[in-house]
């Protein structure tokens, strides 16, 4: 399987800053995009950043210009950079990998996976 865990999530007061971080480990061959989406309470998740293993990157409007992802591909680690934070960027942060899998002599498909959250909460 492919495993990936988040880290960073917090509380922090309108203006400030956090950097989430996410590996993903297990049986994995190839990563094409990694990315963060978000879920607010009562509100669908949604795409915040996403970046390819070339480093094109993608935003939300919402974030463009606060936010600023990046990759380390040979650790299998994305980031996502967070300044100029607001209330409403509060909600749980989700960490996805589009990997595909080798094991046991066998090339899986690609598909999505995802982390279980890290919270981030901003303070007005």
């Known amino acids: 399987q492919v495993q990936l865990v988040e880290s960073g999530g917090g509380l922090v007061q309108a203006g400030g800053s956090l950097r989430l971080s996410c590996a993903a480990s297990?049986?994995?061959?190839?990563?094409?995009?990694m990315g963060w989406y978000r879920q607010a309470p009562g509100k669908q998740r949604e795409l915040v950043a996403t970046?390819?293993?070339?480093?094109?990157?993608n935003y939300a409007d919402s974030v463009k210009g606060r936010f600023t992802i990046s990759r380390d591909n040979a650790k299998n680690t994305v980031y996502l950079q967070m300044n100029s934070l607001k209330p409403e960027d509060t909600a749980v942060y989700h960490c996805?990998?589009?990997?595909?899998?080798?094991?046991?002599?066998?090339?899986?498909?690609?598909?999505?996976?995802w982390g279980q959250g890290t919270q981030v909460t901003v303070s007005s």
């Open positions: 996805n990998a589009y990997a595909r899998r080798y094991s046991g002599g066998v090339y899986f498909p690609s598909r999505d996976y």
């Open positions: 970046i390819t293993s070339g480093g094109s990157t």
């Open positions: 297990g049986s994995i061959f190839s990563i094409n995009a």
